[in-house]
């Protein structure tokens, strides 16, 4: 097991959610989140299960020094009552790091698929999912040990930038 390098879940998120779908938006993602895995948004399960649409970040100002890369991907919470360690790490389930352009302020939508000549269909296991109508990496399910979390992984040397995930979702009633 191993322990996250921080929390960026923001606690002022609405519990009470009665219109779907809706936009869930993550704190800041920094220089201060540097060579670590950050935890952005997590499930408990009092939430229920939720379908995941769509996967945006947002490069507000542009990341600099080192190699600017951020992947999105997913873990889960052994226990997050007492601390961020987890496990079933995938470091790039939702977004790859060629998915954004770190360097360059706007908008990077998830989801880049490849087909090749075989009709083999490539990209995030998320993205592969939407593309071949699998129900699987499209849903999150709440548990409060085991807590399924979606993390960011950030690269090393960052001197500036920030950014933001936003994740449509519906709540599955």
């Not at 009552?81 to 790039?92: A, E, G, H, P």
């Not at 592969?128 to 849903?139: F, H, M, P, R, T």
Request: aromatic share 10%; hydrophobic share 40%; glycine share 10%.
């Amino acid at each position: 097991m191993t322990v996250l390098g921080g929390d960026l879940r923001r606690t002022d998120l609405r519990t009470n959610v009665r219109i779907n779908p809706f936009w869930l938006k993550s704190a800041e993602i920094n220089k201060d989140s540097a060579n670590k895995i950050v935890a952005l948004f997590s499930f408990p399960e009092a939430g229920g299960a939720y379908f995941l649409h769509e996967f945006v970040f947002h490069v507000e100002t542009l990341f600099a020094g080192g190699t600017p890369s951020i992947d999105i991907g997913y873990c889960t919470l052994d226990d997050p009552s007492v601390d961020l360690t987890y496990s079933n790490y995938d470091k790039d389930n939702y977004m790859v790091s060629t998915e954004i352009t770190e360097a360059t302020a706007g908008y990077y939508p998830g989801g880049a698929i490849a087909i090749d000549g075989d009709g083999a269909v490539t990209g995030t296991d998320w993205a592969k999912a939407k593309a071949e109508g699998s129900i699987g990496e499209l849903i999150i399910v709440g548990a409060d040990t085991n807590m399924p979390c979606i993390t960011a992984e950030v690269a090393t040397g960052l001197t500036s930038g920030a950014g933001r995930l936003y994740v449509l979702v519906s709540r599955l009633q």
